[in-house]
């Protein structure tokens, strides 16, 4: 595996949730933190959650309070548990490290739609 390989979008009603998985490759996993980007239509891609190696998280205020990222290292895997999801949060979300993102890793990312 060579670069991350995102999972779990979809279409949800306002308020609803979503959990999204990336599966990171284990060299890249074991010494990076790791980060959840989202880019919707017009906008430039945005960090919303990271997680570091030990497993301190941070997070964007517009997600701050409904969003929880955590990390499988049994699995290589970094989830994104989605809340109260709202219209806005609408956006194709890629996973990659953080705070600089590698271009080599960037996958095909997974939908998100949320819509009444």
């Known amino acids: 595996q060579a670069h991350m390989v995102e999972s779990g979008g979809g279409l949800v009603q306002p308020g609803e949730s979503l959990r999204l998985s990336c599966a990171v490759p284990a060299i890249v996993f074991r010494f990076n933190t790791v980060g959840w980007y989202r880019q919707a239509p017009g906008t430039q891609r945005e960090l919303v959650a990271s997680?570091?190696?030990?497993?301190?998280?941070e997070y964007a205020d517009s997600v701050k309070d409904r969003f929880i990222i955590s990390r499988d290292s049994a699995k290589n895997t970094v989830a994104l548990q989605m809340n109260r999801l709202k219209p806005e949060d609408t956006a194709v979300y890629y996973c990659?490290?953080?705070?600089?993102?590698?271009?080599?890793?960037w996958g095909q990312g997974t939908q998100v739609t949320v819509s009444s």
């Open positions: 997680i570091l190696v030990y497993g301190a998280q």
């Open positions: 990659n490290i953080s705070p600089a993102p590698r271009t080599e890793l």
